[in-house]
């Protein structure tokens, strides 16, 4: 078949290995994995884009606000974050324990003595 060769071409090319490579990476990802991550990007409305040597992903602008309302981060700066989820080609990032990962999250904070930020509601 035709397109299985067309296939083939392309993962025996070096684009196409490290492409491969890239998406089994991506599938390595686990929610509640810890990253140290840069903030690169602070003007989108809703999001905060972060980079890392593992991956770029956005965290939510809303997590990273203080009571004033006021952004708590400047680009170059270094975050802790927990991955969150992957979807249609994005990661999200979260900085505490909300989310799809929220369990995980408490999980490997706790056995790895990592700080996390909450607020305790009645």
């Not at 884009?49 to 593992?54: D, F, I, K, Q, Y």
């Not at 969150?84 to 799809?100: I, Q, S």
């Amino acid at each position: 078949m035709k397109s299985k060769k067309i296939g083939q071409e392309k993962t025996n090319s070096m684009f196409g290995r490290l492409l491969e490579e890239s998406f089994q990476n991506e599938l390595k990802r686990k929610p509640g994995e810890h990253i140290v991550a840069t903030v690169t990007n602070i003007k989108d409305k809703e999001f905060i884009l972060v980079s890392s040597e593992m991956l770029q992903g956005l965290v939510r602008k809303t997590e990273l606000f203080n009571q004033d309302g006021n952004l708590t981060v400047n680009e170059g700066e270094k975050i802790s974050l927990f991955y969150d989820y992957h979807d249609n080609g994005e990661h999200f990032l979260t900085t505490g324990p909300r989310g799809r990962a929220k369990t995980e999250i408490v999980k490997i904070a706790k056995e790895k003595h990592l700080p996390l930020l909450g607020r305790v509601i009645r």
